[in-house]
């Protein structure tokens, strides 16, 4: 079935530094989505992305996704101690697919 | 506009007995799927279901679970006779009206089970 490999596993990084989290596929994805997950907390969604190539920006957070559309990156530039969490990609197992299969998550943590 | 609830948010289940975990979508969503998260991995599909039926459950382990979602009522993920591998945190998401998964999925606060 479908899978999504996600590098690194575990993060730390210095308040103010950037970060990059990176998810790959074997095979071609109809889009891609990505979910932030707090300690304790529950998965919320951040973002699809369906486009070759596509480039989308939230504040200090960009989200990449592939030309070949095996691979996607989100980017945080200049982390703060509100963005630790796990971050999560996931994709649509086929076209028309219902299941959605998430990879197993970059966890951030933000020396201050 | 209420978000998707669970309930119970904790569940503390002896080997054995039975765990019944409720999901209430968001208003308006007609889907609803069921996660499991074990500590430190990412969410595990379990079933998709609409309502009064199930469409995927492909993710669900054939024997002890089960998932329904009534045409009155939350969606219900039943786990029967549970052993110490089934503690981990379940999750249901919903979404509106989906065209081939093009839809994000929003996310309730999760029933934390653990078996003793």
């Known amino acids: 079935g479908q899978q999504v490999m996600q590098i690194p596993q575990y993060q730390h990084v210095q308040e103010g530094e950037d970060f990059t989290t990176y998810c790959n596929s074997s095979t071609t994805l109809s889009n891609i989505q990505w979910y932030k997950q707090r300690p304790g907390g529950h998965p919320v969604f951040l973002i699809q992305l369906v486009k070759s190539g596509e480039v989308k920006k939230q504040k200090r957070l960009t989200f990449q996704f592939g030309e070949a559309k095996k691979n996607s990156s989100l980017h945080i530039t200049a982390t703060q101690t509100t963005d630790v969490g796990t971050y999560f990609c996931a994709a649509y197992s086929g076209a028309g697919s219902y299941q959605l299969t998430f990879g197993k998550g970059t966890k951030l943590s933000v020396i201050p | 506009n209420a978000g998707v609830m669970q309930n119970p948010r904790h569940l503390v289940r002896r080997r054995g007995q039975e765990a019944r975990l409720r999901c209430s979508p968001m208003?308006?969503?007609?889907?609803v799927y069921w996660y499991r998260q074990l500590p430190e991995e990412g969410l595990k599909f379990m079933v998709y279901?609409?309502?009064?039926?199930?469409?995927?459950e492909s993710g669900m382990p054939k024997e002890r679970f089960s998932a329904e979602f009534p045409k009155e009522g939350p969606s219900i993920l039943r786990i029967q006779q549970v052993v110490r591998g089934d503690s981990a945190a379940y999750f249901c998401a919903s979404s509106p009206l989906s065209r081939g998964g093009d839809y994000e999925q929003y996310f309730g606060p999760g029933t934390r089970l653990t078996v003793t």
């Open positions: 279901l609409q309502k009064e039926n199930i469409i995927d």
């Open positions: 208003k308006g969503h007609s889907h």
